[in-house]
């Protein structure tokens, strides 16, 4: 997906920061990157027909994603992070198990897409618990664009939704790819970004008026 490789070039401009990214717990780490991996498999057919490889290869990031959460809880538990809630840990539990139930039927693509992209959504909310150095809306970024491409396939009115959670989320974050020396890397990130807006009602996006 294009935006990932955008993405690519945030974590260039932050490059210190992302080899020295410690301080988010690697479980976490290896959780978000797997729900992604798990989209992008299922995403390979925008048609809905995803074959017993995909499959194969979604229900072994499952178990990736269930071993590395068993183990972000354990270090929690340990670590006792006031940062993170029971509402984020219920989100991010809840969305691995319904994505472990549509797999386990492997009956509607799209749900599991939803799921893992949930996860991902819940990744980026537990990044913040840490305070990260590279700011947790550069995930949601990733996060909420796949939404718009999962939602164009079946939910089309919620995308104007998912639209204003893309822009909210590069106007807290765009100061910061600034201020590392980001200029041309927000740039074709708001010149990618900008023309899905038209999917929108005229107007709707206010904070796109000045991009």
């Not at 959780?31 to 048609?47: S, Y």
């Not at 992209?117 to 980026?124: L, P, R, S």
């Amino acid at each position: 997906m294009k935006i990932s490789i955008i993405l690519s070039a945030f974590c260039f401009v932050f490059l210190p920061l992302c080899v020295k990214a410690g301080e988010v717990p690697a479980s976490l780490q290896t959780i978000e990157g797997t729900a992604e991996d798990v989209v992008d498999q299922l995403l390979l057919d925008l048609k809905g027909k995803v074959g017993a490889k995909q499959w194969t290869k979604v229900t072994a990031d499952l178990n990736e994603v269930e071993k590395a959460w068993s183990k972000f809880q354990l270090q929690n538990q340990q670590n006792n992070n006031p940062g993170v809630t029971e509402k984020m840990v219920g989100a991010m539990s809840k969305a691995i198990a319904d994505l472990k139930a549509e797999i386990a039927v492997k009956d509607d693509p799209g749900l599991a897409e939803q799921s893992a992209n949930d996860i991902g959504y819940a990744a980026a909310d537990l990044y913040e618990a840490y305070d990260p150095k590279i700011p947790a809306d550069i995930n949601r970024l990733d996060v909420s664009q796949t939404q718009i491409l999962l939602d164009l396939k079946k939910n089309k009115a919620a995308v104007e939704g998912d639209l204003l959670q893309t822009h909210q989320a590069w106007d807290r974050v765009k100061a910061s790819v600034l201020a590392s020396g980001g200029k041309d890397v927000a740039a074709k990130f708001e010149k990618t970004c900008l023309p899905r807006t038209r999917l929108s009602k005229r107007g709707l996006l206010a904070s796109c008026s000045s991009w």
